[in-house]
């Protein structure tokens, strides 16, 4: 059972649409992170969020932390080519420092 | 800042040979994770240190899997003997912060086993 259920798998669109994916999971989680992965590269850190109901944005993109912090969802808006990656996101139940992935979200925005 | 650094960036070796995957740390960072990543596992946390100590190795898979860190700015990956479903990639993970969950990655070693 995936700890962390991420929505959808795949995302084709064109530049300039709006999207969101989503990260879901029955666990409550202390901090949950969303990441972004380009080919051949590791995974680079885009934000954090701590508290339930918390809305961070950068940029183009908002992050949104669920109230009672089991879910969140990523919103870009006006998607770029240059946003193309797979979008991960990540939790940790406690602050132990052990997070645990979900499968990932691959985005393709097409020109 | 360098990052985090990883070798061998690619390996290819035969069923059998032992593997030795190598990570520098961020300096200063306090917390060094080890996963692996596979088109039908994803990311799975293989084993992780603070301060140079392990604290959980219950995703190392086999034996065959062994890790250490010998300084805050070392560790390395082994398997042996290795075998043809160790193919994956695998990334080292360092966060200045114990438990803050913020990991900054390296750009990860490609292991191919024949």
């Known amino acids: 059972t995936q700890l962390l259920e991420q929505s959808p798998q795949f995302l084709s669109i064109q530049e300039g649409e709006n999207l969101t994916v989503y990260c879901n999971s029955s666990?409550?989680?202390?901090?949950l992170q969303w990441y972004r992965q380009e080919p051949g590269e590791g995974p680079v850190l885009l934000v954090t969020?701590?508290?339930?109901?918390e809305v961070k944005k950068l940029k183009r993109l908002t992050f949104q932390f669920g109230d009672a912090r089991k879910d969140s969802s990523l919103h870009i808006t006006a998607a770029q080519p240059g946003d193309t990656g797979l979008y991960l996101c990540a939790g940790a139940r406690t602050n132990a420092g052990k997070s645990t992935f979900g499968d990932g979200t691959t985005l393709t925005v097409k020109p | 800042d360098a990052g985090v650094i990883q070798s061998p960036r690619h390996e290819v070796t035969e069923m059998g040979q032992e593997v030795t995957l190598r990570c520098k740390p961020i300096?200063?960072?306090?917390?060094l994770f080890w996963y692996r990543q596979t088109m039908m596992r994803g990311l799975e946390l293989l084993i992780y240190f603070n301060n140079n100590v392990p604290i959980d190795d219950s995703g190392m898979p086999e034996d065959r899997f062994s890790a250490k860190m010998p300084n805050a700015s070392f560790s390395t990956l082994k398997i042996q003997p290795s075998e043809p479903r160790d193919s994956a990639v695998y990334f080292c993970?360092?966060?200045?912060?114990?438990?803050?969950?913020?990991?900054?990655f390296g750009a990860g070693s490609r292991l191919t086993v024949l």
């Open positions: 969020v701590v508290t339930g109901g």
């Open positions: 666990s409550v989680f202390s901090s």
């Open positions: 300096s200063g960072h306090n917390s």
């Open positions: 993970a360092s966060s200045r912060v114990v438990g803050a969950n913020v990991l900054t």
